[in-house]
């Protein structure tokens, strides 16, 4: 098909992601694997602006306009991998999401041995945004590791340190508290990069045995319990990302996710 841009409307992986199907990335990579289609025709580039007028499908099934931004807090339990699916088959936590959430996305990821706050969003805007490490906004983690370590053992984490070549940003932690053979800290880190707790605290002969994320900005796990959701207040959203002040506020619902069987269909899967 053309490459041409038409004069209005956005490119389809922002159209895309903005309708929660995917980050814009992962939306090149499906059109390149021809799962993508416009107006009926298979999709062989990103260089194109689509409308709500198009006529697009993805793996055969049509996509809606976007629907209105939401944001949720939801208490990642230990155990669940944070993915929409695993080679190995481990559980997800799309397994385990109430079937009342539309499609959803997480904001970052939590290892599965960690838990605590995770964000999830309908919109793959927000979604890019809320990950940038320009957006500077401190993840804030409670952590048990075994051993009677001194504040002067965590000066290397403080200054930012390399780890198997990768370089993490400064952190703040400090000591909570000493429990028989294992010390509570309070450690806060701005990038949040693949295990980067886990891994700086081994670099200085520390093991982790429990990691809780207990904010992500201004997002806080405050009160949910483990495999809580709870729908954030636009009237918040607006505060914190200088949205659009005309959007109207959805009811705050709490629910908690029930186990369900393996052969469960995972709601990132299915639209409402």
């Known amino acids: ?76 339990p230990n155990g669940l991998v944070t993915s929409d699916s695993d080679e190995k088959g481990r559980r997800t936590i799309f397994d385990e999401l109430p079937d009342t959430l539309p499609r959803v996305m997480s904001v970052g990821r939590l290892d599965l041995n960690s838990e605590g706050l995770l964000l999830l969003t309908n919109d793959g805007e927000l979604k890019r945004k809320l990950e940038l490490p320009s957006t500077g906004w401190v993840r804030k983690y409670r952590v048990r590791v075994n051993g009677y370590p001194t504040d002067n053992l965590f000066e290397p984490l403080r200054k930012g340190i390399t780890v198997d070549g990768e370089t993490f940003r400064p952190m703040a932690v400090t000591i909570d508290r000493q429990q028989g053979a294992n010390a509570w ?38 009160t949910l319990e483990p495999g809580e959701v709870e729908e954030v207040r636009m009237k918040v959203l607006r505060d914190q990302l200088g949205l659009d002040k005309q959007a109207e506020d959805a009811p705050v619902q709490k629910c908690r996710t029930i186990q369900k069987s393996a052969k469960s269909k995972r709601p990132v899967k299915r639209r409402n």
């Open 1 to 76: 098909m053309s490459n041409s841009l038409p004069p209005s409307g956005d490119r389809i992986a922002k159209f895309l992601a903005r309708a929660g199907i995917a980050s814009r990335r992962e939306v090149e990579r499906m059109i390149a694997a021809g799962r993508i289609t416009l107006n009926g025709t298979v999709l062989d580039t990103p260089a194109v602006k689509v409308s709500e007028a198009d006529n697009i499908t993805v793996d055969g099934k049509p996509v809606g306009a976007p629907e209105k931004l939401r944001l949720w807090r939801y208490y990642k």
């Open 185 to 222: 800290l309070s450690v806060g880190i701005t990038e949040g990069k693949n295990r980067e707790i886990r891994r700086a605290m081994n670099a200085i002969e520390l093991s982790v045995s429990r990691l809780i994320r207990t904010s992500y900005g201004p997002f806080q796990l405050l």
